[in-house]
């Protein structure tokens, strides 16, 4: 990873960092607007000046500040910077395939190997089996945004190679080969960077990712995908539309669902 996406050390000024970077790429600090002094960011946020100060040091080397002396520090402009994803949860699979396909891939390993247990168990495999692990980085306008990981087993893998999961969403080569897909289940969290996804992604050490799971199966229930995805949360956003319904003390929030069917293929 190059010097600008390393987050200061102590824990302390890599809270403080990643706190004003998250706040600059949502907009809470436009370009060009001046952040709060040290000592007002200081007790902002029950630091020192001196960890204050480490963390804008740090800022101002990934080029998102600007401090000069006696004029304060501003934010700098981020032209070219590639725009955020927004994903609705209602229609969440549909606009991941439209990412598959409007964004390209960088395969960073392919390996045959036994699986974690955790991924055995979601697939159902028997002892000893073996599953094909890919991890990909997703790029929009050569800019990274998601760090994915897929377990296949192996007699279902066979069906592609390398080179084709460098070139083509996963789902269009499972089906291409003649796999049923049928339903999956999907789970919404968030994680931090280790060193590996953080070098991968342009973030620091420690960052906060958005970290989707996905198990795939056929319709007799067998397991045939189990994706790990890891988003940058300024370059992804999730949404959800909802309606307020029922009567008196009843009255409750509910999501709107989409009644369009999904398109097929992609990742």
């Given at each position: 990873?190059?010097?600008?996406t390393?987050?200061?050390?102590?824990?302390?000024?890599?809270?403080?960092?990643?706190?004003?970077r998250?706040?600059?790429?949502?907009?809470?600090?436009?370009?060009?607007?001046?952040?709060?002094g040290?000592?007002?960011?200081?007790?902002?946020?029950?630091?020192?000046?001196?960890?204050?100060?480490?963390?804008?040091?740090?800022?101002a080397?990934?080029?998102?500040?600007?401090?000069?002396?006696?004029?304060?520090?501003?934010?700098?402009?981020?032209?070219?910077?590639?725009?955020?994803?927004?994903?609705?949860?209602?229609?969440?699979?549909?606009?991941?395939?439209?990412?598959?396909?409007?964004?390209?891939?960088?395969?960073?390993?392919?390996?045959?190997?036994?699986?974690?247990?955790?991924?055995?168990?979601?697939?159902?495999?028997?002892?000893?089996a073996?599953?094909?692990?890919?991890?990909?980085?997703?790029?929009?306008?050569?800019?990274?945004?998601?760090?994915?990981?897929?377990?296949?087993?192996?007699g279902?893998?066979?069906?592609?190679?390398?080179?084709?999961?460098?070139?083509t969403?996963?789902?269009?080569?499972?089906?291409?080969?003649?796999?049923?897909?049928?339903?999956a289940?999907?789970?919404?969290?968030?994680?931090?960077?280790?060193?590996?996804?953080?070098?991968?992604?342009?973030v620091?050490?420690?960052?906060?990712?958005?970290?989707?799971?996905?198990?795939?199966h056929?319709?007799?229930?067998?397991?045939?995908?189990?994706?790990?995805?890891?988003?940058?949360?300024?370059?992804?956003?999730l949404?959800?539309?909802?309606?307020?319904?029922?009567?008196?003390?009843?009255?409750?929030?509910?999501?709107?669902?989409?009644?369009?069917?999904?398109p097929?293929?992609?990742?």
């Amino acid at each position: 990873m190059n010097e600008a996406t390393q987050a200061p050390d102590g824990s302390k000024a890599r809270r403080v960092y990643l706190l004003l970077r998250d706040e600059i790429a949502a907009g809470l600090h436009p370009a060009g607007s001046a952040l709060p002094g040290e000592l007002r960011l200081a007790e902002l946020h029950g630091v020192s000046r001196v960890t204050v100060r480490r963390a804008l040091d740090a800022l101002a080397s990934d080029g998102l500040i600007e401090r000069r002396a006696g004029s304060g520090t501003r934010v700098r402009a981020t032209s070219g910077a590639p725009a955020a994803f927004t994903a609705d949860f209602a229609t969440l699979m549909p606009q991941l395939v439209r990412m598959g396909q409007e964004t390209t891939a960088r395969l960073l390993s392919f390996s045959y190997t036994a699986p974690p247990p955790l991924v055995a168990e979601a697939l159902g495999l028997a002892p000893l089996a073996r599953v094909q692990r890919a991890v990909r980085v997703r790029l929009a306008a050569g800019a990274p945004f998601s760090h994915l990981t897929t377990h296949v087993p192996e007699g279902i893998a066979q069906g592609y190679s390398e080179s084709d999961l460098a070139t083509t969403p996963l789902f269009r080569l499972l089906e291409r080969n003649g796999v049923e897909i049928d339903h999956a289940t999907q789970t919404v969290s968030a994680t931090l960077a280790t060193p590996e996804v953080a070098e991968a992604l342009e973030v620091a050490v420690g960052a906060a990712l958005i970290a989707l799971t996905r198990v795939v199966h056929d319709a007799k229930g067998n397991g045939l995908e189990h994706l790990t995805a890891l988003y940058r949360p300024d370059r992804f956003r999730l949404e959800m539309t909802l309606n307020r319904v029922g009567e008196g003390g009843a009255r409750h929030w509910e999501p709107v669902l989409a009644t369009a069917a999904a398109p097929r293929a992609a990742e």
